[in-house]
């Protein structure tokens, strides 16, 4: 009876363990799906130049449609053309786990838009600004393009634009 017993624990035991190490497997199967990015159409474009930001800790990589890199391997940016994208794709910074010296992209902080249409935009120096929700591009509403073009007033010169092409 008693040996019975033990083995009717023994069983359920082993059979509450196993669930157990069910949801452990499932949970580490499921973590890195939830937290990879979906990027948008910029993953295909070229690239203008890239920048550090040290106050914030993060890494941009700042891209171009093909209008864009079209017009600045012209050096015809003073206006860009009508149909640019800009898109500056933002990471936090980290050390490489192999080489602490190497600053390089750790997680996604989002990427944000400037799209060129003179006659639309016309109101923010022909700008519209954006930003990308998973693959989507998505317009600022009114309040946060106010911030957005007033931060980049400094540049007016340089039709409102910070980053000087790298790669021309
Ligand atoms: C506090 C100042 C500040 C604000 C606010 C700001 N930017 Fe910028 N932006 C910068 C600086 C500085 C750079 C260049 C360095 C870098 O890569 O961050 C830049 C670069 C960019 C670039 C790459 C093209 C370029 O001008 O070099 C895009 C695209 C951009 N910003 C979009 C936006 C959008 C969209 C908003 C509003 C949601 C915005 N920015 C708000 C300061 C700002």
Redesign the pocket.
């Known amino acids: 009876m008693k040996k019975m017993r033990n083995l009717k624990l023994r069983f359920s035991l082993t059979v509450m363990l196993l669930a157990l190490s069910a949801t452990a497997v499932a949970e580490t199967k499921t973590a890195p799906a939830a937290a990879k990015p979906s990027h948008g159409e910029y993953k295909d474009w070229r690239l203008l130049s890239v920048?550090h930001?040290t106050e914030k800790e993060t890494l941009?990589a700042?891209l171009g449609n093909d209008t864009a890199i079209e017009a600045a391997r012209k050096d015809q940016t003073k206006p860009w053309p009508d149909g640019t994208v800009?898109?500056?794709v933002v990471w936090k910074e980290r050390a490489h786990p192999n080489w602490p010296q190497a600053i390089v992209p750790g997680e996604f902080a989002g990427a944000?838009?400037?799209i060129k249409d003179s006659k639309k935009y016309a109101a923010t120096g022909g700008w519209g600004?954006?930003?990308w929700d998973g693959s989507k591009l998505v317009m600022?509403e009114e309040a946060?393009?106010k911030?957005?073009f007033?931060?980049?007033m400094p540049?007016k010169d340089n039709d409102?634009?910070?980053?000087f092409s790298a790669l021309q």
């Open positions: 920048s930001r941009r700042i800009l898109a500056k944000e838009a400037m600004f954006a930003h600022h946060k393009v911030e957005c007033a931060c980049h540049m409102y634009v910070y980053t």
